[in-house]
């Protein structure tokens, strides 16, 4: 539970430690709460401000439970299946253990996060633009920081999408409907608001030139 | 020039007050502030750690002189050549006309402003997969939120991608680059730090089901 004023944390403290939160307990969220995070979402960039998208909000456990096994599904096949591997190996650039413990706990716990969110964009269905994105993560990021502020843990999933059709159907979208992501959301149960590890800068900012 | 400390504005005042800015004086932006900007931006969500991306500040002139004319072409394309029926329609869903002109102003003056960045994703120059972005929005989000703490403006553009291909070879990006975005940075040379207006919360948030 948040014992501070959401008000209370720097624009700059809030970029600066807002971790993918992955272990989040079952405690339910203020209807109100999840209105003021939406509302902090829709403030970020709509691209030529059309806002073509829709934000569903799922608490059904019902709807998660099934749901949930489909991000399994996809959880197995791009990350479960490789878990011993994964595990011993130090690649840097790769995800490390720590992480690979916290995404396996959250696979395995989904529909225990007591909120769910899809981001959702209309007439997108049939999409290959890569940047279409850009439409609408940035306002994804904003529920990611505002929910932050409110001491929610979220983190961006996309694993389900291999079911992209039958989540449509579940939430009953229009055909030219695509979900962008799944954000569980969920006062976290362990772990803390650290400053999440990155290369060093001078390996990923380049002047006038990548090289 | 920014008065206040940029430690100061709070998290949820800055998620609400960041609109696209797009007129943008010339002043320089000090690079110990350019770097403190990309310092945020890497805190950003990176799917599974990869940090697969690479961030290109631009500031030589010769250079932006030369990306400013693609991107007025690709602005003239999708906007321009439609200047009077935009300015004419009261479509609300549709871009209003105070943003048609300051976005015609930006790209009328684009390369006036002192700092531009390209946030690129490495290993994706033929993806075709719609949420590509994903891994890297959420970090650009980042970037136009710490900006708005340093009192800095910036918008999220893709008017130049049309000529990905030249900005690619003029920015000597590997051949597996994709550019994501163009930002440009700048001290705002008119309007303000107002909330964004956008289409009342219960149109575009449902619970459980779209319908």
């Known amino acids: ?84 591997q994964i595990l011993a190996s130090d690649d840097p650039q790769g995800m490390s253990a720590a992480t690979f413990r916290a995404a396996e706990h959250l696979a395995n716990h989904l529909e225990e996060a007591p909120v769910w969110i899809f981001p959702v964009l209309l007439g997108a269905a049939r999409s290959a633009n890569p940047r279409l994105g850009s439409s609408i993560y940035g306002a994804v990021q904003h529920l990611m920081l505002a929910a932050r502020a409110y001491g929610i843990g979220a983190t961006l999933t996309t694993l389900y999408a291999a079911h992209e059709d ?20 969920g006062y976290p149960a362990r772990g803390r608001w650290s400053q999440p590890r990155r290369r060093p800068l001078d390996e990923v900012v380049f002047f006038e030139r990548y090289e």
């Open 1 to 84: 539970m948040p014992s501070e004023d959401p008000h209370s944390l720097s624009l700059l403290e809030g970029l600066h430690s807002t971790p993918a939160r992955r272990y989040l307990s079952a405690e339910p969220i203020p209807d109100d709460v999840v209105r003021a995070l939406l509302d902090a979402a829709v403030r970020g960039p709509s691209g030529g401000n059309t806002q073509r998208w829709a934000w569903i909000v799922v608490r059904d456990a019902e709807v998660k439970r099934q749901i949930a096994d489909w991000y399994r599904e996809g959880w197995e096949r791009s990350y479960g299946s490789r878990r011993e």
């Open 166 to 185: 039958d989540v449509r159907r579940l939430l009953h979208l229009p055909d030219d409907a695509l979900t962008m992501a799944l954000i569980p959301l």
